[in-house]
């Protein structure tokens, strides 16, 4: 796919915090540079108050693993970089060493579309410290945003209960990235299509709209706007009727749909985008049935997101299609995941593994260390919860997590292999199938909290771990 490389040229090297690079150098200079070493991405709350979280953005970061490479600009850059006294942070040799460097690492991540929880490693780096430190800043600004818009676009998706939903907030977006990543997530986590055509010429995303406001108010008056855009467009008629008065405008669209259909084509929907979107829906439904367009579709949009969604639901709304913007693309409210990237383990000197574990006065900072995987249960097609295991510890072992040990008939683990020493081999799946698999594992999922504990054997080993830190 390489979308990253065709919307940037291969300029992401440098999408990084400087103390990456200082971090790097020092560990170059100390001989530590090259040492195998294990990160984990995870985030430790559920977004949305929620009960559970949607991977996304593995593609993206698949896309700037494959072209990380510094060129000679970005070296020419680095090497311009001073330090307090005014001298250059970075030895020319240093910088010779980062121009040859070829990405190595091993990488594991939970595909894209999943449910996943807190504490889980939605990605695992492993391999020279030097590598695995560059890459933290770039992964987390790519999965963190994809997984909090596809997450939000879930939530909305099941409160729409099976009506179209269609993300319209590219021009609220954060930025060009933000506009893009958020369409694309947004596909992800189950929308329908987007407005956005960039997203659909790199993403592959469907795309769809109509018109604005200042269409009809080009014109002499709204009908004739209804029935010009219905002689260029035909096929493609959904009509904005809140210009001026709404069900005047609903009338209109009726009367341009009785031509379109003389003319082998129909009346698609309106859009209502202002005022009571509940009494209007209802009224143009009623108009629109008496008229003979039962079938033409109702679109609403105006800062819709999943709880206002609901509340017109349950108040009968007539509304067929969502168009939802702004709260969805920009996640109104909460416009940050969280996740971080921490060390888990490091290869010492005699070829074992050390285990690191970051710790905190708040108990939900305090990271988990080792090798880890992630091993869900199921009971039928239903997710009973997951257990964060160590591979090195637990190799073939049966997982002991009595909180998960009963009433479970299979399991599987969630990271696959994506990167094998620096070499892509994963088969990326389509956005369109990773939008499925969303979906499916919506299904999978209840209203409830889901148990996500750590094998008894890694548990013993961080609390044993801490135990000695804290002497």
Request: some cysteine; overall charge neutral; aromatic content about 10%.
């Amino acid at each position: 796919m390489n979308t990253n490389s065709k919307l940037y040229n291969d300029k992401l090297s440098l999408l990084t915090d400087l103390y990456q690079l200082t971090m790097a150098y020092g560990y170059w200079k100390n001989g530590l540079y090259d040492r195998p070493a294990v990160f984990n991405l995870f985030f430790r709350k559920n977004p949305f108050k929620g009960h559970y979280s949607i991977a996304a953005g593995l593609q993206l970061a698949i896309d700037y693993l494959q072209n990380l490479k510094f060129d000679k600009e970005d070296i020419q850059y680095l090497g311009q970089q001073k330090g307090a006294d005014g001298k250059t942070l970075f030895d020319e040799s240093f910088l010779n060493y980062l121009q040859r460097m070829t990405f190595s690492c091993d990488v594991d991540a939970i595909p894209e579309g999943t449910v996943v929880f807190p504490n889980e490693p939605l990605l695992r780096i492993k391999g020279p410290l030097l590598q695995a430190q560059l890459i933290e800043t770039a992964l987390l600004n790519m999965v963190n945003f994809s997984t909090l818009i596809a997450t939000k676009a879930s939530r909305i998706v099941t409160v729409a209960q099976g009506d179209q939903v269609l993300e319209f907030g590219l021009r609220r977006s954060h930025g060009v990235d933000g506009g893009l990543m958020a369409s694309r997530a947004a596909y992800i986590g189950g929308c329908d299509a987007t407005s956005n055509l960039l997203a659909g010429k790199y993403y592959q995303v469907p795309v769809r709209g109509t018109h604005a406001h200042s269409w009809v108010m080009a014109f002499e008056d709204e009908k004739k706007s209804f029935e010009s855009y219905a002689e260029f467009l035909p096929n493609n008629c959904i009509f904005l009727v809140d210009t001026y008065d709404t069900r005047t405008g609903v009338l209109n669209a009726i009367e341009v749909g009785k031509a379109l259909r003389k003319k082998g084509h129909d009346l698609l929907g309106i859009r209502l985008d202002s005022g009571d979107l509940e009494a209007l829906s209802k009224e143009a439904r009623y108009l629109l049935d008496q008229a003979g367009f039962s079938k033409t579709k109702i679109v609403a949009s105006n800062d819709l997101d999943e709880y206002r969604i609901a509340e017109l639901k349950a108040n009968g709304a007539k509304i067929d299609i969502w168009g939802v913007g702004t709260r969805l693309s920009t996640a109104y409210d909460q416009p940050a995941l969280g996740g971080v990237y921490k060390l888990s383990a490091l290869e010492n000197k005699a070829g074992k593994w050390d285990y690191k574990v970051k710790l905190s006065e708040q108990a939900i900072k305090t990271s988990n260390p080792g090798i880890q995987q992630v091993r869900r249960r199921y009971l039928g097609h239903r997710i009973l919860g997951d257990i964060i295991y160590d591979q090195n510890l637990l190799k073939a072992k049966q997982l002991e997590a009595p909180e998960l040990e009963k009433g479970f008939d299979r399991e599987e683990d969630l990271l696959v292999p994506v990167f094998k020493k620096g070499q892509l081999v994963y088969d990326s799946p389509n956005i369109h199938d990773i939008r499925r698999r969303t979906l499916e594992q919506l299904e999978q999922i209840s209203q409830k909290k889901y148990p996500v504990v750590l094998e008894a054997q890694l548990e013993n080993k961080k609390l044993e771990f801490i135990g000695n830190l804290v002497k």
